[in-house]
């Protein structure tokens, strides 16, 4: 198992020696190593069991640092950097050579992102360079929002996990670059698309479910629990699946028929925040129980909403 704690000096140090720790941010933990430096970046993917094609995020600590990796900045993306950054959100801008190919799969444009976490922007800024990191869970699982799950389950590839607590936001970063001139959206995540189009106007989406995606992380099957996960109106799923061992995932406070043995409530007073934060510790605790499948049932499509609807149908896509 992994040492869990909140001693930066010494993650630094195991980053500086191109091995790997685990960093907390706002939205997940992440799986860091020096950006820089392509044979600590393929140990993630080894430990991740990640396939080469799918692209890592880059951390920084200012939009400042973020400018030295790139070799433009549209206007529109800048504004976002100032206003969201640090934050959940990941910009796609045109990489410069000293971005290895490895962290970008071959692509042009480098994903980079300043998270919101005091002890890992802390540790970006004692590092001479930035960190790359995907979610710390095994490729296509849950990702993790406490040290624990990542011990759970990466803490026999990992000398140390940086320990920032539960993660406030609980969904991945929102990714957004630009298509033709126009800002577009290929994940949706943590910071909710209204938030997006205040600040920059209509934005257009590129969010693909397909078992064939032009980017890897649209990978429709992806955030899954073992078990199978039905979604929909959660009492007609409760009545279908009646003659099985139930374990239930539900919005907010509702009634629900049969007797499951695990029964969730994302946020009892139906707050979409909450329920983002709740979202992937409450999906692991079903897997984990005795219930044979996960019923889920689908949030208002509005706000974060989308964004913990699109993670459960990925989840419950096979
Ligand atoms: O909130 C987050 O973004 C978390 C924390 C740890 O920062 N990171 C995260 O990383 O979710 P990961 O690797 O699990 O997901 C990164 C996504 C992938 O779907 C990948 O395909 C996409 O970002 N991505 C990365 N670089 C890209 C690029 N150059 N072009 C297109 N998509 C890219
Ligand atoms: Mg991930």
Do not use: W
Request: charge should be negative; proline fraction near 7%.
């Amino acid at each position: 198992m992994a040492q869990i704690g909140k001693d930066i000096a010494r993650a630094a140090e195991i980053l500086e020696k191109g091995d790997l720790v685990a960093i907390p941010t706002e939205t997940v933990y992440g799986l860091a190593a020096n950006a820089l430096d392509s044979i600590a970046v393929a140990r993630i993917f080894e430990v991740k069991q990640r396939p080469y094609f799918d692209p890592l995020i880059i951390h920084t600590y200012s939009v400042e640092k973020a400018s030295e990796y790139v070799t433009d900045f549209p206007p529109l993306l800048k504004k976002l950097a100032q206003q969201f950054l640090p934050g959940p959100l990941t910009l796609l801008l045109p990489k410069k050579q000293v971005i290895p190919d490895l962290v970008t799969a071959g692509l042009e444009r480098v994903a980079i992102r300043i998270p919101d976490h005091p002890l890992t922007l802390e540790l970006l800024s004692k590092l001479d360079f930035p960190l790359a990191a995907p979610s710390a869970n095994p490729f296509g699982y849950i990702s993790p929002t406490n040290a624990d799950h990542v011990n759970k389950q990466l803490g026999d590839h990992i000398e140390y996990i940086l320990d920032g607590g539960n993660c406030r936001v609980g969904l991945e970063s929102t990714i957004i670059g630009m298509e033709k001139n126009i800002p577009t959206i290929y994940r949706l995540g943590g910071l909710a698309i209204d938030e997006i189009e205040k600040v920059i106007g209509k934005v257009s989406m590129e969010i693909n479910r397909s078992s064939d995606p032009k980017a890897p992380g649209q990978l429709m099957s992806h955030y899954a629990p073992h078990k199978p996960v039905y979604t929909g109106n959660i009492n007609e799923l409760a009545d279908l699946y009646s003659g099985k061992k139930l374990g239930i995932l539900c919005f907010g406070k509702t009634k629900i028929h049969g007797s499951p043995v695990i029964l969730k409530y994302l946020s009892e007073n139906a707050d979409l925040r909450e329920a983002a934060a709740h979202l992937f510790s409450y999906l692991r605790e079903l897997d984990e129980s005795d219930a044979e499948v996960i019923l889920a049932e689908l949030l208002p499509d509005i706000g974060l909403g989308k964004a913990i609807n699109d993670r459960l149908l990925r989840a419950s896509a096979t």
